[in-house]
């Protein structure tokens, strides 16, 4: 089956910094791959995701990134805020039909003020 | 966008009794829905896949027996923690994916806190 790596477990950065968060995955077939933010008890919620048949996609502050050939995939948060302070996990699965996504461990960011 | 209802968001029970959260999806029909459990600081763990209309699919080193999951509609799973102990005490999260859509996107329930006296 699939396996996620996710890493760092724990980032933690300078507000306006830029934050990197990396998965890596092991299933070729792999061909959607979403990242979701958790707050502290709340819940996951779909941030950004890419399919494979891209590269990168960007929305306004974060991004995504992919690199089928190696099977990795990262997460860029830029001009970070406090309020980006959260656990972001990131998953892999195929797109539609009967599927079960597979989830990093999890990064806790801490943006300080 | 798409809402996924869990209930209730906390509960707190006493030793050897039985607890059933409810999962709904309130503005779209779910073929599949997931139940995750997750400890303090760490990943979702998924416990089992709920198909409507049929068995539940069980991850390994879950208990069937414990954990009942029925899928009776499109819009309602539920899971039934039996005989429950302090062990048992963690925050459980519902997932459903949506009959149609294109990207197989996940939508998560507010999650249920669990503790066991």
């Known amino acids: 089956g699939e396996n996620v790596e996710q890493h760092p477990s724990t980032l933690s950065v300078q507000e306006g910094d830029s934050a990197v968060i990396k998965c890596t995955y092991s299933d070729s077939a792999s061909n959607y791959f979403p990242w979701y933010k958790q707050e502290l008890g709340k819940r996951p919620q779909l941030i950004i995701d890419?399919?494979?048949?891209?590269g990168e996609k960007k929305d306004q502050r974060i991004a995504v990134t992919l690199n089928k050939t190696a099977k990795h995939f990262s997460l860029h948060i830029t001009e970070t805020q406090p309020e980006d302070s959260a656990v972001y996990f990131c998953?892999?699965?195929?797109?539609?039909?009967?599927?079960?996504?597979?989830f990093g461990r999890g990064t806790s960011l801490i943006v300080h003020p | 966008g798409a809402v996924v209802s869990q209930h209730p968001s906390w509960v707190i029970c006493k030793s050897g009794t039985s607890v059933k959260i409810e999962c709904r999806s309130l503005d779209f029909q779910a073929t599949t829905m997931f139940w995750y459990r997750q400890f303090p600081k760490q990943s979702l763990m998924l416990m089992a896949t709920?198909?409507?209309?049929?068995?539940?699919?069980?991850e390994q080193g879950v208990e069937k027996d414990k954990f009942l999951i029925n899928h009776a509609s499109l819009t309602l799973s539920t899971l039934t923690v039996t005989s429950a102990h302090p062990e048992d005490s963690s925050f459980y999260i519902c997932?459903?994916?949506?009959?149609?859509?294109?990207?197989?996107?996940?939508?998560f329930g507010e999650g249920s806190r669990l503790t066991v006296l």
């Open positions: 709920s198909n409507e209309g049929s068995k539940a699919t069980y």
């Open positions: 890419i399919r494979s048949n891209v």
């Open positions: 997932s459903a994916r949506r009959l149609a859509g294109p990207t197989g996107e996940l939508f």
């Open positions: 998953a892999a699965s195929m797109a539609g039909g009967s599927y079960i996504p597979t």
